[in-house]
């Protein structure tokens, strides 16, 4: 009966610790942290890392598209019958090559006859300055004659009657007028040459334009007519003339890519880039941007760039696409730490950073960004150590230990 008491007490005893040591636990658990970093009194293990300074550099990258540097299609600049096409899709040609003749009747037949009047028109010319040689002489002598008779009557009034001094002054003036009117018909028959010859040489003009040449080095990228065919002439920029043929140059291509508004700012002339060329086993190259539009397209919000390349074998294609990794900005020595040590969202990031064997948190600002680092603007300096990757959750104030 005793021992029975003795063991209920015992257990009553035991009971009374055990509430007890619960109660002491959850007032423990329930005491508020005092500061405002939480002190953790396990020390937490995480890999610690300082920031490094890197060549960075934002890049954006783009498709692209290559067109002909310089692109034209020819017109007939008169109507007629195309006489002879010596070039087809896929040739070469030089500028000034012949490529194409067009056969005009009517223009052939006006110029025989502007070629007529030409030379009628030097003709009474000759004939003009050989009447003046004539009347030259003519007044010439009756000069003479006039001066001969006046110093006879001079001399000697009686030998000689005044009346024959008046008509040899009176034959002297009417020499004079047949010169000034050969003269003039001179200058008449002068002004009909030039009047031919500038007609003359409009019409071989015309002819001219009836011989199509090339007027850039490049291909023949398409062909419109056949000889035989009746040409129109192209008369102005909306014409509905057929045209002949369409040339490009392609010993220089031109690449061009839409850059989208926020990095439009960060390019222009000059701006580098790597540009790779898919169908050509992804070639690359160095280029820079040789011009930009300037402004943006109202539709696309996208601004037009341009890179020049040369294509001396023609291994690049009009037509072909590629991609092009443009560098926007450029910065030496950035910077920066492991994109693990960054927490928060843009406008509101933080990193932990060890001091004293405590992790604290710092709130940074970052820029530049790549899938293994982030560029950090301002809140850390070279010294700093930060916190890498932790085996659990950190907050403000825990004890840390390296791993």
Known sequence: MILRIAILIGLVLGAALLLMSCDSRATSEAAPASGTEETSAVPISVTVA?????????????????????????????????????????????????????????????????????????AEVEQAQASVAQFQAEREFEEVNFKRLSAIRERDADVLPQQDVDQARAAFSVAESRLSMAEATVHVA?????????????????????????????????????????????????????????????DRVRLVVDVPERSAPHVGRGTAANVRIESLAGEDRKARVSRTSTVLDPATRTMRVEFDLSNPRFRLRPGMTARVEIELRRFEGALTVPVTAISGQAGNTTVFVVSGGVAHRRSVETGLESPGWVQVLKGLSDSDEVVVSSGIPLSGGAQIVRR
């Not at 299609?73 to 070469?92: C, E, F, M, P, Q």
């Not at 030089?94 to 030097?122: D, F």
């Not at 291909?219 to 057929?242: C, H, I, K, N, W």
């Open 190 to 250: 002068e002004a009909a040459v030039a009047t031919a010859r500038a007609e003359l040489e409009t019409f071989v003009r015309l002819m001219d334009y009836a011989r199509i040449a090339a007027p850039l080095n490049g291909v023949v990228t398409e062909r419109f007519v056949d000889p035989g065919a009746l040409v129109q002439a192209a008369v102005s920029s909306r014409t509905q003339a057929a045209p002949l043929v369409s040339l490009a140059r392609l």
């Open 50 to 122: 300082k920031p490094g300074r890197r060549d960075i550099s934002d890049r954006i990258t783009l498709a692209g598209s290559i067109v002909p540097d310089a692109q034209v299609t020819l017109y007939a600049k008169v109507t007629g019958y195309l006489k002879t096409l010596s070039v087809d899709i896929g040739d070469r040609v030089r500028e000034g090559q012949l490529l194409a003749e067009i056969e005009v009747p009517e223009m052939t037949a006006g110029l025989a006859e502007k070629r007529a009047v030409l030379l009628r028109a030097e």
